[in-house]
């Protein structure tokens, strides 16, 4: 556990100098209007609606960053398709964080939940006009597992995670 310690640390120092130059090498590339985001997210989870109207998928920008005998992954949910704000709700032993985000008035009727993706440790659930992003890490198999950061940025879920042999 010593080593997913010192590797957590190696890591959290240089995933935000990767992360940090891959979206400035991105914002170069694009235009600059101030409205769009610095590139579309690069992994979707489809959601399967119950009923109401309900976005059809789910962005995600999930960077990881390996090391030898595990990896550092950084995930940021793209809520700002159906809302203005994120609060960080829950988490229980470093291995589950759920954040909720109230719909806007267009997908407020929305009942739904991402499934049978092949990441099943992101859910994201639409009821009672809000949508709940989660990560849970209990059902990822490995020895060790561990989120590491868990916030809000630019109204979004942001979560750092880690595992490792």
Not at 4 to 17: D, E, K, Y
Not at 76 to 85: G, L, N, P, S
Not at 120 to 146: H, Q
Request: glycine residues 6%.
């Amino acid at each position: 556990m010593k080593s997913l310690v010192n590797l957590i640390a190696f890591g959290t120092i240089l995933c935000p100098l990767v992360v940090g130059g891959t979206i400035a090498s991105t914002a170069q590339a694009q235009p600059q209007s101030g409205t769009e985001p610095i590139s579309a997210p690069h992994v979707t989870l489809n959601v399967q609606r119950s009923s109401g109207k309900c976005p059809q998928r789910i962005g995600l920008w999930w960077f990881v960053l390996p090391y030898e005998g595990g990896a550092e992954h950084t995930v940021v949910a793209d809520t700002r398709e159906f809302a203005d704000t994120t609060k960080l709700v829950s988490s229980n032993n470093k291995q589950f964080v759920e954040f909720v985000s109230p719909l806007r008035s267009n997908y407020a009727s929305c009942v739904g939940r991402t499934s049978g993706q092949e990441h099943t440790f992101y859910n994201v659930e639409f009821k009672d006009k809000k949508a709940y992003f989660r990560v849970d890490l209990r059902k990822i198999d490995a020895p060790a597992r561990l989120i590491t950061y868990k916030n809000v940025v630019a109204s979004r879920p942001y979560v750092r995670w880690a595992i490792a042999d």
